[in-house]
């Protein structure tokens, strides 16, 4: 759907109330829709508020100029991203999100007539205090600073009324300049604080009542980078996790505390991928490739292959 737009800016004040009332506007109008923009941009992190209101229900094309990772807060009415790598993410009201944007022109589809969306955009240099700490901000930090191509969803969190709360107080803070600054910068702390808390209960429930210092993270992050060198390599979890001085139990609840993933999921998908990459660009049989990613035999990759790709080694080398 085509749709020719008239564009205006209003500045502040303004008498609409869920407005950001020290940020202009920038509002977009159309037969079909509108969409409305206030930005508001600090030293480590930028605010953007889009208000769409929509007679039909169109796609917008969005134009990442650059990598970024931001969380999500979805005030009203729910919308689809379509992002490479992962596809489809449907956002709903009342639930935030951290997601990683790649280079690229990505598309939203409302899927609601009013949607009320504000973006946080985190900069690498926040990222980078936050990526020892918060689950997801590593994986978040290396994708912005390597250019990763690919979309991730990092987190799913409840919006519940202490984070109402201070998003409110961000986003609707009325300082202008130098006072405005310092108190944003401090709700967006007070904010990834309850991010933090929200993260420290899921994983209390999911990895159990470990806690890790940051050498078993970094323990854990150069096992996991080991592995991947060494995919043709029989491994067992004991073994991995006696080399990174945690014990078992502990390392396999850190692996997925970090990577997301279980050890063994993630070898299996080094395998995979492997595979994959030697199925196009050579023309081994399956049972070389087989032991050269380190599966035990042709049947335990196709068995594995056909799991992961839904088709067989074969078949997709045709």
Not at 98 to 117: A, D, K, R, V
Not at 202 to 230: C, M, P, T, V
């Amino acid at each position: 759907m085509q749709d020719e737009f008239v564009v205006s800016v209003q500045k502040p004040p303004h008498a609409a109330l869920y407005m950001m009332p020290c940020a202009a506007a920038t509002i977009q109008e159309g037969a079909f829709c509108s969409l409305l923009m206030q930005e508001i941009r600090r030293e480590e992190f930028c605010i953007t508020l889009h208000i769409f209101q929509a007679h039909e229900l169109p796609a917008f094309r969005l134009s990442v100029e650059k990598p970024c990772a931001a969380l999500i807060y979805v005030l009203q009415g729910e919308a689809t991203y379509s992002l490479p790598g992962i596809g489809r993410i449907v956002i709903e009201e009342g639930y935030y999100y951290l997601l990683y944007f790649p280079t690229g022109t990505h598309s939203l589809q409302l899927e609601t007539n009013i949607c009320m969306i504000v973006q946080i955009e985190l900069t690498p240099s926040l990222l980078n205090k936050l990526a020892g700490t918060y689950y997801g901000m590593y994986e978040a930090h290396n994708n912005v600073t390597e250019n990763g191509t690919g979309g991730i969803l990092l987190n799913i969190s409840w919006m519940n009324p202490r984070v109402c709360d201070t998003l409110s107080k961000l986003i609707y803070c009325r300082l202008e300049e130098e006072m405005g600054a310092l108190y944003q910068e401090t709700r967006m702390r007070d904010l990834l604080l309850l991010y933090a808390e929200d993260v420290a209960d899921r994983d209390k429930r999911e990895h159990g009542n470990f806690n890790f210092s940051s050498a078993d993270i970094n323990a854990i992050l150069e096992a996991g980078n080991q592995q991947i060198q060494k995919i043709d390599e029989t491994v067992y979890l004991k073994d991995v996790a006696r080399n990174a001085h945690l014990h078992p139990l502990k390392f396999h609840a850190g692996f997925k505390k970090v990577y997301g993933k279980s050890h063994s999921k993630m070898l299996a998908e080094a395998r995979i991928e492997k595979a994959k990459s030697l199925l196009k660009e050579t023309d081994k049989s399956v049972k070389d490739i087989a032991y050269e990613t380190g599966f035990c035999n042709a049947s335990s990759l196709i068995r594995f292959f056909k799991r992961h790709e839904g088709i067989t080694p074969l078949q997709y080398r045709k």
